[in-house]
């Protein structure tokens, strides 16, 4: 099975930046698409960034458009997520997720086949 360990989150103050990492081991992952998902207290798990294993497509949701940046290592099986200008209202627990064999870019949380154990972002005001 594919496992999937984020790294990075941490305590940070409103305006400052963070990077998170999502290692990827446990199998052949020759083509996948990466996605990164949030979730806050008493909230719905929201969509934040995905990108295609060429990283041809990227997509953004908007309330972090221009401020994350979502990239990745293949040659390390590694994504990021760089987030400047952080907020209160990102904080959050941060969580990647993968899908096989696929050449497109997805916002719902169903169509990824694996998911993290989350890390914890708080911006503090």
């Known amino acids: 099975q594919v496992q999937l360990v984020e790294s990075g989150g941490g305590l940070v103050q409103a305006g400052g930046s963070l990077r998170l990492s999502c290692a990827a081991s446990?199998?052949?992952?020759?083509?996948?698409?990466m996605g990164w998902f949030r979730q806050a207290p008493g909230k719905e798990r929201e969509f934040v960034a995905a990108?295609?294993?060429?990283?041809?497509?990227?997509e953004y949701a908007d309330s972090v458009k221009g401020r994350f940046t979502i990239s990745r290592d293949n040659a390390k099986n590694t994504a990021y997520l760089q987030m400047n200008s952080l907020k209160p209202e990102d904080t959050a627990v941060y969580y990647c997720?993968?899908?096989?064999?696929?050449?497109?870019?997805?916002?719902?949380?169903?169509?990824?086949?694996?998911w993290g154990q989350g890390t914890q972002v708080t911006v503090s005001s």
């Open positions: 997720a993968a899908r096989r064999d696929s050449s497109s870019v997805y916002w719902q949380s169903r169509r990824y086949d694996y």
């Open positions: 446990g199998g052949t992952f020759s083509r996948y698409t």
């Open positions: 990108i295609v294993w060429s990283a041809r497509y990227i």
